[in-house]
């Protein structure tokens, strides 16, 4: 094994001699989504999500935040409801 990627069949058939260059700027576009998307995380975890749902964790963050909230409240007769997460 080389180690050397090179493009299939399929993208020489379909971008002709630019096969190599498109497979590399959709390696490289993969790689910075999925290094922004880890920044995000990051982000939401500092801001106190708990859990890595794709593009959902704010809102159960959000949610979480206002349980909390509502438990330091100590209000008499108060219980959590508790969502269907998808």
């Known amino acids: 094994m080389t180690g050397q990627v090179t493009p299939s069949r399929w993208a020489v ?6 096969a190599a ?3 590399r700027h959709v390696v490289t576009g993969l790689a910075r989504g999925q290094k922004a998307a880890r920044l995000v995380q990051v982000a939401a975890e500092g801001a106190g999500a708990e859990d890595k749902r794709a593009y959902g964790s704010m809102w159960a963050t959000r949610y979480h935040h206002v349980v909390s909230q509502f438990d330091l409240a100590s209000l008499p007769g108060y219980e ?4 269907n997460w998808p």
């Open 21 to 23: 260059e498109v497979m």
């Open 13 to 18: 058939e379909q971008f002709g001699e630019h």
């Open 80 to 83: 959590p409801h508790k969502p």
